[in-house]
């Protein structure tokens, strides 16, 4: 990279995706979606700095099929990692806040839909697109997508289009966690954790 592009991009405010596909089942469809050329022009069209990947078990595969060109080519630094026993650095990297080179801006956290990790990403100021992943069977993953973005916490991205996704949720607001009861809910009176709850009480 020139000098020049150095010296743009530590001027500018860093603002990162931070991908996550669990810890125990890989999603390697969702890992080609978000290297692809589509995906990766619109983060930069969003001025990302940073593309961020939890791969669980699929790291080497992720390796293989990263491209080599992103800074060049979309400005952004890919870093991948297959397992970490904590994310909250992840998930803060990808909200607003400050960093080595001043302030953040707000991300996106782009996760399947785990209630784990969904409940862990709702604690930090980002926004949150949450992926089903087709290859699970009854895991309840699209009930609980489906469920928290009609209360307004999130976007239920689809495999296809999670680049949509990405460009929705940074137009729009989002409500704040931890939720209340939501007028209308089929699970008006315990809230969005009960719902949770209730679908897929042991999943992580």
């Known amino acids: 990279m020139s000098e020049a592009n150095l010296r743009s991009r530590h001027d500018r405010p860093t603002r990162t995706a931070f991908v996550t596909i669990g810890a125990t ?29 939890q791969c669980g078990p699929d790291l080497e595969y992720f390796d293989s099929i990263r491209p080599g060109y992103s800074q060049k080519a979309y400005g952004l630094d890919i ?43 709702l604690e930090f100021d980002s926004k949150l697109v949450a992926v089903p992943n087709p290859e699970l069977m009854d895991n309840h993953q699209l009930e609980i997508a489906e469920e928290m973005e009609s209360q307004g916490f999130l976007i239920h991205g689809t495999l296809g289009s999670v680049a949509e996704a990405v460009e929705k949720i940074d137009k729009i607001v989002l409500r704040k966690w931890p939720p209340g009861p939501s007028p209308g809910s089929a699970y008006q009176e315990g809230g969005l954790w009960e719902a949770i709850n209730d679908l897929m009480p042991k999943s992580s």
Do not use: M, W
């Open 79 to 121: 870093t991948a990692f297959s397992y970490a026993p904590d994310l909250n650095k992840y998930f803060a990297q990808a909200s607003r806040g400050d960093d080595d080179n001043g302030k953040r801006e707000c991300g996106v956290i782009v996760s399947h839909a785990g209630s784990g990790s969904i409940i862990g990403a």
């Open 25 to 53: 089942a890989g999603f390697r469809s969702l890992l080609q979606e978000v290297v692809s050329p589509k995906f990766l022009a619109t983060l930069k069209s969003l001025d990302f700095t940073d593309l961020v990947v």
